[in-house]
Structures are given as structure tokens and as C-alpha cells.
């Protein structure tokens, strides 16, 4: 193991149990809607699925029913720990390796998925995980969060959000066949003032703060906030020449 590779398993393990609590929190069913649309596609059941960069087991608790051999791949043993407390069955395999590492291995799965998969930082890197698959590879990656409050003040926009578009400038330079899938979940929460109020004070001047809190609250306590996200799914078609 490389000495960045260790270094991303004591990130990861340090974090571990924070970004499960994290998924545990989240309240939109996007495992269980991204199973269902993989069912009616035909791309679930499967004989044998590789979730690579799988973390904490996100999808394992609803994948694993429609597939005979699920492996889930990832870097940090305690990710990996926690993952297989989702596990149902003893058809669910865990292998702690990295992403490199694994395609090395030239070992071959029907589906390949990887959702939120940080190391896939160069769509380059789609072209080593289609060479896992059989028959399909499935990356699946939040596209879209913003929010009426706090969204509109937000000057800073993750990178990370800009991937799935370079990966699909790469695949059509490739003359790569793909499909997009779209999911999108929202939610409504009250917000009060006081907590708006201690989110932007060291943000901007008080001039600019009163016009943001008469904006949004008037002479209200609290306000709706309406959130929304959106994930996508880009599914590769590679049992095809």
C-alpha cells in the first residue's frame, strides 16, 4: 500500500462512523428509488455485482436481495465494518483493497456500480472500471443541493458536483454508448431567524444581514426552507465492442 493510499485509510477510518450517521439522517429514500429503477431496467437481478468505493454499505442493504454474489470493495476496514452489519446473507462479500489495486486484478463482475466514489477524479478512470464489467458499469453521484435560505448566498460550488458532466464529455469523445437517469427528492423544514441570523453574522455586514433576515422572515420567527437534490445516474452499456 502507497503511502497516499494509507493516508486515505486513516481519513476514512477516522470518519467512518460520522458519515454513517450522516446517511442514517438523510431523509430521502435514494438507495430504495435507485433499486427500484434498476429492477425496471433489467439491470437488477444480477449474478454478480462489484460496489466499489462501497463505503459503509449505502446500497448493500437494498441491492443485495437481487443479486446471487454482491462484492463490496473499499479501502478502509472500518467502513468495511460497519457495512457488514447490512449484511443479510452469506452471498455479500467484503474486500478491503483499492480501486487501483482491484483493477489490476482484471478480475470481471456483470455490474460494476460506484456511487459518490471520490476517487474517480479523472473520467479517465471510467474506462478502467468498464473493464471490471461484464455487461454493465453504473456511477451514480449527487448533481444538484440547494435550498431557498442559504443557497442563494453560497458562493462557493463543489467541484465535485461538475463530475458527472466531465464524465459524459468523455464518453462522447469516446464514442462511448451511455445512459442518464435522473433522481430528485426535496424536503420543507422551518428555519428561525435566531439560527439564520448566527449562520451569516461573520459572513457579511449587518446592513446586508437585516436585508437577507426582512427578505426571508418579514416580522416572522421562523421561515420555510425548501430544500432539493439531485442525484444521476450514468449507466454504461459493456458487453459492447
Same mark, same amino acid.
Given at each position: 500500500?502507497?503511502e497516499?493510499?494509507?493516508?486515505l485509510?486513516?481519513?476514512?477510518?477516522?470518519?467512518?462512523?460520522?458519515?454513517?450517521?450522516?446517511?442514517?439522517e438523510?431523509p430521502f429514500?435514494?438507495a430504495?428509488?435507485?433499486?427500484k429503477?434498476?429492477?425496471?431496467?433489467? =439491470?437488477?437481478?444480477?449474478?454478480?455485482?462489484?460496489?466499489i468505493?462501497?463505503g459503509?454499505g449505502r446500497?448493500?442493504?437494498?441491492?443485495?436481495?437481487?443479486v446471487k454474489?454482491?462484492?463490496?470493495?473499499?479501502?478502509?476496514?472500518? /467502513?468495511?465494518? $460497519?457495512?457488514r452489519?447490512?449484511r443479510?446473507s452469506?452471498?455479500?462479500?467484503?474486500l478491503r =483493497?483499492?480501486q487501483?489495486? $482491484?483493477?489490476?486484478t482484471n478480475?470481471?463482475?456483470?455490474?460494476?456500480?460506484?456511487? /459518490?466514489n471520490?476517487?474517480l477524479n479523472?473520467?479517465?478512470?471510467?474506462?478502467e472500471l468498464?473493464? $471490471?464489467s461484464?455487461?454493465?458499469?453504473?456511477i451514480?453521484r449527487?448533481v444538484k443541493d440547494?435550498d431557498s435560505?442559504f443557497?442563494?448566498?453560497?458562493q462557493e460550488?463543489s467541484t465535485?458536483?461538475?463530475w458527472?458532466e466531465?464524465?459524459? %464529455?468523455?464518453l462522447q469523445?469516446?464514442k462511448?454508448e451511455f445512459f442518464?437517469?435522473?433522481?430528485?427528492?426535496g424536503?420543507t423544514? /422551518?428555519?428561525?431567524? %435566531?439560527?439564520? $441570523?448566527?449562520?451569516?453574522?461573520?459572513e457579511c455586514?449587518?446592513r446586508?444581514?437585516?436585508h437577507?433576515? %426582512?427578505?426571508h422572515f418579514g416580522v416572522?420567527?421562523?421561515?420555510?426552507n425548501?430544500?432539493k437534490?439531485?442525484?444521476?445516474?450514468?449507466y454504461i452499456?459493456?458487453?459492447?465492442?
Open positions: 500500500m502507497t497516499e493510499e494509507q493516508d485509510v486513516y481519513f476514512w477510518d477516522g470518519f467512518a462512523e460520522e458519515y454513517e450517521e450522516i446517511q442514517q438523510s429514500p435514494i430504495q428509488e435507485l433499486g429503477f434498476l429492477v425496471q431496467e433489467k =439491470i437488477l437481478p444480477c449474478p454478480t455485482l462489484l460496489d468505493a462501497g459503509s446500497y448493500l442493504s437494498v441491492f443485495q436481495d437481487h454474489r454482491y462484492t463490496l470493495a473499499d479501502i478502509s476496514p472500518k /467502513m468495511l465494518e $460497519l457495512a452489519e447490512k443479510k452469506e452471498h455479500v462479500d467484503f =483493497i483499492s487501483e489495486a $482491484l483493477i489490476q478480475k470481471k463482475f456483470q455490474v460494476v456500480f460506484s456511487a /459518490m471520490p476517487a479523472h473520467p479517465e478512470k471510467i474506462k468498464c473493464q $471490471l461484464q455487461k454493465w458499469c453504473l451514480f449527487l440547494e435560505l443557497s442563494p448566498y453560497d460550488v465535485e458536483l461538475k458527472m466531465d464524465y459524459k %464529455n468523455f469523445k469516446e462511448q442518464v437517469q435522473q433522481f430528485t427528492f424536503k423544514e /422551518m428555519i428561525s431567524k %435566531n439560527f439564520f $441570523l448566527a449562520y451569516f453574522e461573520d455586514s449587518k446586508e444581514l437585516e437577507r433576515i %426582512n427578505e416572522q420567527d421562523s421561515c420555510k425548501y430544500q437534490v439531485v442525484y444521476e445516474l450514468i452499456p459493456c458487453n459492447k465492442k
